[in-house]
C-alpha cells in the first residue's frame, strides 16, 4: 500500500485484520486507545518504505542534506498531520465512520509531544513539516526528554506544575535504532601527547561516557512520497563500562541527562545540566553525520558539498567546536582546512534580541565539563583576536571575541564559526545588525540576512479549521492546499457578501465548538455571540498580557462605574504557561484568575465582560483556540518580539490583529494594509530614543489619565480580591520600577485602539471584508516558502522535481 493509493475497503480490511492481530478484540470492543494504536501503526508501517526510500535516494544520488540542530521540537500531536500528508484523511475519516468510529475520538488519545516550549520549537516543527512537504532533504536532531514541558494546572487562581509523562503509554511514531548510537565523553582531562614525527596527539584520560541512542520518527511530507527523519536522542549507561558506573548516584546522573526540557523560554539560566544536555545532542549529531558522511566514497575536504548544519539558536552552537574536534583528532585534517570546513557548513538562526537569553558559560564549567572542546574554542578564539589585530580596533575584538571576562559567549562562537547568521523577521534581522550584533555586522556584513519565520500552513487551516477549509474550496478551489499563495484567489471575493456570510458562519461554528469546549474544561458557560479575543503565548513581561488586563479592568470600571451599557460583549481569552522560576509572570496570571473570578461573579458585567484563562496551553489546545479567534492580541513592546508566529496562525484563520509593529506584525501588516489591522504604540525607534534619552518617567501616566489610575490602584486597593503580593509586585513593576515594558505609556493607544476594534466589529460588513483579506495575504507566512529560502540562500540544498509536492489530481 503505496502512500497516496488507498480506497475505503482496502483500508477497512488492512485495519481490521491488524486489530485482530494486535489485541485479537473486534472493533465494537476495542478501546479508543487500541484503536489508536492500531491505526498509528498501520499509518507508520504504510509510509516506512518510502522512509527507507527516501534516505537511500538521497545516498544514491549524493545529495546535499541539512541537518536542523535544536534542543527543542514542539510537533503536536502527528497522526491527523500524517493521515493528511499521506492523502489519506478523507479515506479514514470515512471507513472509520462506518465502522462507528470517529476519528477525532482517536486522535486525543495520542499525548502532545511537547519536547519544547513555545515558538522556538513550534517553528522547528513547522520547518520539519515544510522541509518534507518541498521534498527538500533535510532532518531534524535534537534530544529525546523523557518528561515534555509541563502541566500547567491552576490552583486558586495561581499556576502548578506537574510532570509530563508523555511516554508513559509509549510512543507509535518512533523507531529505536540502536545500531546508530554513538559515545560522548565529558569531564575527566586531556592529555596532549606529542608523538615523534612531532604531531600532537589528544588522549581523553578519565572520561565519564555516555552512550547516546538514537529514536527515529518519519517527517512525512505532503503527498510526496518524502519521508525525513527527525532523530532525538536519549543518555544510557553504556554496556562496556556498565562496572565503572556502579553507584546510583552516577547511573542516575547519566539517566537524567535527558529527563527534563528545560522550562526557560526566551530566558537563559545557565545550569550545569542544561550545559551536558547541549554537548550531549550536539557530539551524538554529529558524529553520526560524520559517521555516515564516511560510507560515501567521498573525500573529507569536499563535505561542505553534502553537509549543512544549522544551528537554531545559540543552544547548539557547540557544533562548531565539536566538528572542528572530529576533523582535527579524528581525521587529521589541518586547523585551516578544517575551519574551512566548518565554516561553510554552519550556519546560524539568532531567535531573541533579550539579552538574557543570550548564552553564557563559564569557563570554569566549560572547561572541568568539555575540556577538549573548550581547548579548541580557545583556539578559535586566539586565532578570531590575531586575525582581527591591526585590521579593526581593539574594543571591537574584545567585544566580539568569544571568550572574555571569564565567560564563553556561544553566540559569538555560532556567528564566527558560520557562513550565516540570520534573524526572524525584516526589523528583528535589522535590529540585529544596527544594534545587538553590529560589532559582527562590522566584521562580517556578508553573513547577515533575514529569514521571516513561516507556519505549517497545512496544520494550521487543513486540519485545524475543517469549517473554514469547505469554504475556501468551495470559493477558490483546493489549489491553496498545497500552494498557499493560492489563498490570495480569495481576495475576488473581498466584496461578496455570500462569501462573508460564509466565513461568517464557518467562523461562529469555530466559536461554538471552542464555547462548548471550555464549558466542559471550566464549568463556564460564554457568550458564542461575544468578540472572541485572543491572546496565546508564553507568560512574558515583554509580551505585555498585562497591558491586555489594563485595558479589561478598563471596560470593567466603565461599566461599574460610569454606567457604560453600550460595550460590546467581549470573551477574552488567554493561553500561557510562565516559567516556574519566573515568580513575577504566575503573579500576572494569578491576578489574570482573580480578575477573571470578580467578573463572572458580578452579574453587572458578566453579562459583557468575561475571561478564560484556559490551562495548559500546548498546541492541540492552539488547534481549537485559533479557528475560533475574532482577535488576535501582538502587543509586545516594539523591537522585543523577534517575529512571533501566533501572529501568523490567528491572521490566517481570520482573525484581526491589535498590535504594535514588532516583529513579523510590520510583515502581517504590509501584507493586508493599514485598513486591515489595528496598529498602535510605541515604535522600536522611539522605545530606542527613550532609552538614549533616559526620560521616561511612567508616574506621569499614571498621576495625567484617571482611568489609567483607577486600574493600576486596583492591584493594591482592596478591589480585586485574594491577590497579596502578587498585586503589589505588579503595582510596584510600574511605579517603583519605572515600567520596564512601558506598559503605562502604551495604554491610551491600546484603549484607543481596542475602541476601534469595537467599532469595526459592529460593523459586519466591514468586519467580515477585513477577516476574509487576513485569510487572502495570509499565503506568504506558509514555512513552505520560508524553508525554501533557507534551502537557496543558505544550506545550498535542492529537491528533486519528482519529490516536489506532488499536485494529486484530485486537487488540480
Ligand atoms: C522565540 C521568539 O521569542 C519569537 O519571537 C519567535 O517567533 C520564535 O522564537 C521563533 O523564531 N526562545 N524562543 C524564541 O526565541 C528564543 C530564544
Known amino acids: 500500500m503505496g502512500v497516496t ?204 561516557i555516555v552512550r547516546a541512542v538514537p529514536y527515529d520518527t518519519g517527517m512525512v511530507g505532503f503527498r510526496n512520497g518524502t519521508v525525513n527523519t527527525l532523530r532525538l536522542w536519549d543518555a544510557e549507561i553504556p554496556l562496556s563500562e556498565e562496572s565503572l558506573y556502579r553507584s546510583i548516584e552516577q547511573r542516575r546522573a547519566i539517566q537524567d541527562l535527558t529527563s527534563v526540557l528545560y522550562p ?113 574554542i580557545e583556539e578559535i578564539d586566539r586565532r578570531f583576536v ?75 487551516l487543513q486540519l485545524a479549521n475543517p469549517s473554514l477549509s469547505t469554504v475556501l474550496d468551495k470559493t477558490i478551489g483546493q489549489t491553496w492546499r498545497y500552494e498557499a499563495n493560492d489563498l490570495h484567489l480569495l481576495m475576488n471575493y473581498s466584496e461578496d457578501k455570500a462569501v462573508h456570510k460564509q466565513l461568517q458562519q464557518a467562523k461562529q461554528a469555530n466559536k461554538e465548538r471552542l464555547a462548548a469546549f471550555i464549558l466542559q474544561e471550566t464549568g463556564v458557560r460564554i457568550n458564542e455571540h461575544a468578540i472572541f479575543d485572543v491572546q496565546i503565548k508564553r507568560l512574558h513581561a515583554y509580551k505585555r498580557q498585562l497591558l491586555n488586563l489594563l485595558h479589561i479592568l478598563t471596560l470593567y470600571f466603565e461599566i461599574k462605574e460610569e454606567g457604560f451599557t453600550d460595550i460590546q460583549p467581549r470573551v477574552f481569552i488567554f493561553g500561557a504557561k ?93 501584507a493586508v494594509g493599514d485598513e486591515n489591522i489595528v496598529i498602535f504604540g510605541l515604535t522600536e525607534s522611539q522605545v530606542y530614543d527613550y532609552y538614549e534619552q533616559a526620560n521616561y518617567h511612567a508616574y506621569s501616566y499614571y498621576e495625567a489619565l484617571p482611568k489609567l489610575k483607577r486600574v493600576v490602584d486596583s492591584f493594591v486597593d482592596g478591589t480585586i480580591a485574594n491577590i497579596y503580593q502578587e498585586g503589589k509586585e505588579i503595582f510596584d513593576s510600574l511605579l517603583t520600577y519605572n515600567d520596564e515594558f512601558f506598559v503605562l505609556r502604551d495604554y491610551e493607544a491600546y484603549v484607543n485602539a481596542q475602541k476601534e476594534i469595537e467599532k469595526a466589529y459592529q460593523n459586519q460588513e466591514r468586519w467580515l471584508k477585513m477577516s476574509l483579506i487576513n485569510v487572502a495575504n495570509a499565503g506568504r507566512f506558509s514555512a513552505d516558502y520560508t524553508v525554501m529560502k533557507y534551502a537557496e540562500d543558505i544550506w545550498q540544498i535542492e529537491a528533486k522535481p519528482k519529490s516536489r509536492k506532488a499536485k494529486d489530481e484530485k486537487y488540480v
Open 5 to 208: 493509493t488507498m480506497n475505503k475497503t482496502a483500508f477497512k480490511k488492512k485495519f481490521l485484520d491488524l486489530l485482530t492481530e494486535k489485541f485479537a478484540i473486534s472493533v465494537e470492543d476495542a478501546s479508543l486507545f487500541e484503536i489508536y494504536t492500531t491505526l498509528g501503526t498501520l499509518i507508520r508501517s504504510s509510509y516506512a518504505k518510502d522512509w527507507r526510500h527516501t534516505w537511500s535516494n538521497y545516498d544514491h544520488e549524493q545529495q546535499k542534506q541539512v541537518y536542523y540542530f535544536s534542543i527543542e521540537f514542539l510537533p503536536g500531536r502527528m497522526m491527523k498531520s500524517n493521515l493528511l500528508n499521506m492523502g489519506w484523511l478523507d479515506t479514514v475519516q470515512a471507513a472509520l465512520a462506518d465502522l462507528g468510529i470517529q476519528l477525532d475520538d482517536v486522535v486525543a488519545q495520542e499525548p502532545d509531544m511537547a519536547l519544547g516550549n513555545g515558538g522556538l520549537g513550534r517553528l522547528a516543527s513547522c520547518f520539519m513539516d515544510s522541509i518534507a512537504s518541498e521534498g527538500l532533504p533535510g532532518n531534524g536532531n535534537g534530544i529525546r526528554y523523557k518528561y515534555g514541558l509541563f502541566k500547567q494546572k491552576f490552583i486558586d487562581g495561581y499556576q502548578v506544575e506537574l510532570p509530563n509523562e508523555w511516554l508513559a503509554r509509549g510512543n507509535l511514531w518512533e523507531v529505536r535504532r540502536e545500531s546508530k548510537s554513538v559515545d560522548v565523553y565529558f569531564n575527566g582531562y586531556v592529555r596532549l601527547n606529542k608523538l615523534d614525527d612531532g604531531t600532537i596527539v589528544p588522549v581523553h584520560e578519565d572520561p565519564t
Open 264 to 376: 526557560d523560554d526566551s530566558n537563559e539560566e545557565g545550569r550545569r545540566l542544561r550545559l551536558m544536555q547541549e554537548y550531549f545532542f550536539v557530539s551524538a549529531g554529529v558524529q553520526s553525520i560524520l559517521r555516515h558522511f564516511k560510507t560515501k566514497q567521498q573525500k573529507m575536504q569536499n563535505l561542505d558539498e553534502f553537509v549543512a548544519i544549522h544551528i537554531n539558536d545559540t543552544h547548539p552552537a557547540m557544533c562548531v567546536a565539536e566538528f572542528m574536534r572530529l576533523l582535527l583528532d579524528e581525521e587529521k585534517m589541518s586547523w585551516e582546512r578544517a575551519w574551512n570546513l566548518t565554516v561553510k557548513v554552519m550556519s546560524y538562526t539568532n531567535h531573541t534580541i533579550m539579552s538574557e537569553a543570550l548564552e553564557k558559560w563559564s569557563v570554569e564549567m566549560l572547561q572541568s565539563m568539555q575540556p577538549r572542546i573548550y581547548q579548541i
Open 386 to 460: 590575531e586575525e582581527m589585530t591591526g585590521v579593526v580596533d581593539w574594543e571591537l575584538i574584545q567585544r566580539t571575541r568569544i571568550i572574555s571576562d571569564g565567560l564563553v559567549h556561544m553566540a559569538h562562537l555560532a556567528i564566527i564559526g558560520s557562513h550565516s547568521t540570520n534573524g526572524v523577521a525584516k526589523l528583528h534581522s535589522d535590529l540585529l545588525k544596527t544594534v545587538v550584533l553590529h560589532d559582527f555586522y562590522r566584521l562580517y556584513p556578508d553573513r547577515f540576512n533575514n529569514k521571516t519565520n513561516g507556519i505549517a500552513e497545512r496544520r494550521w
Open 578 to 670: 510562565a516559567a516556574p522560576s519566573y515568580h513575577y509572570a504566575k503573579s500576572i496570571i494569578k491576578v489574570i484568575n482573580e480578575v477573571g473570578k470578580m467578573i463572572q461573579e458580578d452579574p453587572e458585567v458578566s453579562d459583557k465582560l468575561s475571561i478564560v484563562f484556559l490551562e495548559d496551553y500546548s498546541v492541540s489546545l492552539a488547534e481549537v483556540i485559533i479557528p475560533a479567534a475574532d482577535v488576535s492580541e501582538q502587543i509586545s513592546l516594539a523591537s522585543k518580539e523577534a517575529s512571533g508566529t501566533s501572529n501568523m496562525k490567528l491572521m490566517l484563520n481570520g482573525a484581526i490583529t491589535i498590535a504594535t509593529l514588532d516583529g513579523a506584525n510590520i510583515e502581517i501588516r504590509d
